[in-house]
C-alpha cells in the first residue's frame, strides 16, 4: 500500500560478513520480498570495494527473477576517484589490492582483478567489457550483446567518468533487458535518469544549516587509516568536538554498553545546550588506542564470527538515536557515517 508514492525502496541485507549460504538466503529473501511488493526494477548495491560474497549475492537475486535477467557490474564512483580500467579496480590512482580499505577487518579484498574475483564466487560465467568499447560509445551496446550471446550471466563494465556511466546506462536500456544493476550508487542512478524515473540530480546539501547554527553528528566506525587521518583533520578545527566512546564496553555488552551509550550521549546533550553549539560532534570507537581485531575479540568471548563489530554499531546508533531523542532533532545539521555496516 503507497508503493506507487515511492521513487524506491532500499532492503538492508546486512550480510557482507556473512558465510555464503547465509549471505544468499538474505538476498534472495530481500528480492523475493520486493518482488511480491511490485517492484519493477532491480539493484544489488555494492561497496566500490568489492567486500563481502558480491557473486553469491548476485545469484542469489538472479535465481528469483528468472532467466531473463542480467546482472551488469560497474564498480565505478568517478565522483570519489573510484574507477574500473581494463577490469582492474582504482582507488584514487592506487590498485585496490594496495589499498588500507582491502585490509578490512571482516571483510578483506584478496583480489583486484574483479572478473576473476566475481568468477571465484557465482556460479554464472563472467564477462568483460573493457573502456575502450565504452568509449567507443555506440560499441558499448553491441559488446554487452556479444557477451550476452557467449553465455555470460553476469557482465562487468569499465567507466572512469560518470558519461562513462551513462553511456551504459542508455545501452542496456536500449538492449531491452532485464538488467540488475550491481554498483555503488551512480550506475542505478543514471538507469534511473535514462529511465525517466528521476530528474538530474541536485546536490542534496541544505544550505541553511550553517547559518541556522545546527550540528552535524558523526559516527566514526570504519577502522581504516584514510578515516583516523580525516578526523585528525577535522578535529584541528575548534568547531569540532570529540567523544571518545569505549569499543570494549560495547563488545562485552549488559550493563556497562548501557553505561557508556548513557554518558556518551549524556556529554554530547550538554554540549548541544550550550551557548556556543559546536558545528559537529563526533563519537569515535576507532581513533584512539590500539585498533581492535575484532575477530579475535569474538573468538576470546566464544561469540560468532562479527558479534563485537555487530553491538559496535549498535553502541553508536544507540548513542544517535539518544541525542536525537534528547536534544531535538531541531538542533540537528544531519548525521554522517563512516563505515557501511556502522551505517
Known amino acids: 500500500e ?118 571465484g564466487q557465482t556460479k554464472r560465467k563472467v564477462g568483460l567489457v573493457t573502456l575502450d568499447k565504452v568509449l567507443g560509445g555506440a560499441e558499448v551496446e553491441q559488446a554487452l550483446q556479444e557477451q550476452r550471446e557467449q553465455g555470460c550471466g553476469v557482465i562487468v ?75 585528525e583533520v577535522l578535529c584541528q578545527d575548534p568547531r569540532h568536538v570529540r567523544i571518545s566512546v569505549d569499543p570494549i564496553a560495547f563488545i562485552e555488552g549488559g550493563e556497562g554498553a548501557v553505561a557508556e551509550a548513557a554518558q556518551a550521549s549524556s556529554k554530547a546533550v550538554g554540549i548541544l545546550s550550550s551557548k556556543s553549539q559546536p558545528r559537529a560532534i563526533l563519537f569515535e570507537t576507532a581513533l584512539h588506542g590500539t585498533l581492535l581485531d575484532l575477530d579475535k575479540e569474538d573468538g576470546k568471548r566464544g561469540y560468532p564470527k562479527g558479534m563485537s563489530a555487530d553491538r559496535i554499531n549498535a553502541g553508536l546508533g544507540c548513542i544517535i538515536s539518544q541525542v536525537l531523542e534528547q536534544a531535538g532533532r531541531e538542533k540537528i545539521a544531519g548525521l554522517y557515517t563512516t563505515g557501511g555496516d556502522t551505517m
Do not use: H
Not at 178 to 207: H, M, Q, W, Y
Open 157 to 231: 563494465v569499465d567507466a572512469i567518468t560518470l558519461e562513462d556511466v551513462e553511456m551504459i546506462a542508455q545501452a542496456c536500456i536500449s538492449l531491452g533487458w532485464e538488467v540488475v544493476a550491481v554498483d555503488p550508487g551512480p550506475f542505478t542512478s543514471k538507469l534511473a535518469f535514462c529511465r525517466g524515473i528521476t530528474g538530474s540530480e541536485e546536490p542534496n546539501l541544505p544550505p541553511e544549516a550553517e547559518e541556522q547554527g545546527k550540528t552535524v553528528l558523526i559516527a566514526a566506525g570504519s577502522a581504516t587509516p584514510v578515516t583516523e587521518r580525516q578526523m
Open 2 to 119: 503507497g508503493l506507487k508514492e515511492l521513487d524506491a525502496v532500499l532492503i538492508s541485507s546486512n550480510s557482507r560478513p556473512l558465510p555464503a549460504k547465509e549471505a544468499y538466503e538474505k538476498v534472495a529473501s530481500a528480492t523475493n520480498t520486493l518482488k511480491q511488493m511490485g517492484v519493477q526494477y532491480f539493484s544489488k548495491r555494492i561497496d566500490t570495494t568489492l567486500r563481502g560474497g558480491v557473486g553469491v549475492e548476485i545469484d542469489a537475486m538472479l535465481d528469483q527473477l528468472g532467466e531473463g535477467a542480467v546482472a551488469v557490474v560497474v564498480p565505478a564512483m568517478p565522483q570519489s576517484k573510484r574507477i574500473l580500467v581494463g577490469g582492474y579496480s582504482i582507488i584514487d590512482g592506487v590498485a585496490l589490492v594496495k589499498t588500507p580499505v582491502a585490509q578490512d577487518v571482516r571483510t578483506p579484498v584478496r583480489e583486484n582483478y574483479i572478473p576473476r574475483l566475481l568468477a
